[in-house]
């Protein structure tokens, strides 16, 4: 047993020190709920189910909401990405949205815990929406854009969802071109932003894939990503996210 965070060979405890480390940052930088504003915890236990867990099913292309998420025929002849599934809406000043800008601009890390309890509900509420998927992918950073913010959402997110369905999360897509950020761009520009902006990694034939990332917009990204994915020999490409703008 450690005493005082110290085992019987003199070193201090991981433990400890994850503890120590949990203290000092709460102390000094306390986290309020993005919707009442207690102290404690960035959604609390009352607001968490202000979050609508229903679900965005919607085609990818077009964004016609059709309960299943799949591709319109129409929009399946000019489109890689044959579904997408969203926990929530996208709407400002919601939670989800509040919890998604934390998470993306101010670099708060601990809004992945909110995400994962998200997933988790979601998931046993629509569990059949996950079967026949084979692997996971997310949306990669670019090596600079991960140095400056010291992780990449779209990988962790990714990470807790694999836990979930027990499906492994592997890093089959690289950013090999420096982007702008695609909330300074308007629609038609964040397409071309994003053109060629990723190389596939990894042999993923006949896969089918769920892509993650933490919202869909546009979707320029993950439509860049699909069609990388599916000249690589990919199935079926289903996009996950947090949320969707519609």
Do not use: W
Not at 93 to 98: E, G, L, N, S
Not at 121 to 146: A, E, K, M, Q, W
Not at 159 to 167: D, K, T, V, Y
Not at 175 to 183: A, Y
């Amino acid at each position: 047993m450690d005493y005082f965070g110290i085992n019987r060979n003199g070193f201090v405890s991981e433990t400890f020190l994850f503890r120590l480390k949990k203290l000092v940052k709460d102390s000094l930088f306390p986290f309020f709920c993005v919707v009442c504003g207690a102290e404690g915890e960035l959604l609390c236990a009352v607001c968490y189910p202000k979050i609508d867990l229903s679900g965005v099913f919607a085609c990818p292309r077009c964004g016609r909401e059709n309960g299943s998420g799949f591709c319109c025929v129409k929009c399946k002849r000019i489109n890689s990405l044959d579904r997408h599934i969203a926990i929530t809406r996208f709407i400002n000043k919601t939670p989800a949205q509040k919890l998604l800008h934390d998470f993306k601009y101010h670099f708060v890390e601990e809004a992945m815990n909110v995400f994962a309890a998200l997933m988790i509900d979601f998931v046993d509420i629509n569990s059949g929406c996950f079967l026949d998927i084979d692997v996971i992918i997310p949306v990669p950073l670019h090596r600079r854009r991960t140095a400056e913010r010291g992780f990449n959402q779209s990988e962790l997110i990714a990470q807790a969802l694999g836990e979930r369905l027990n499906l492994p999360v592997i890093m089959a897509l690289k950013r090999v071109r420096f982007t702008r950020p695609q909330v300074d761009l308007l629609a038609k520009e964040r397409a071309k932003n994003v053109a060629g902006a990723f190389s596939l990694t990894q042999d993923i034939t006949g896969k089918n894939v769920m892509l993650v990332d933490d919202v869909f917009t546009t979707g320029s990204t993950l439509l860049e990503c699909a069609k990388v994915l599916k000249n690589g020999g990919a199935k079926v490409i289903t996009a996950f996210t947090i949320a969707r703008a519609l």
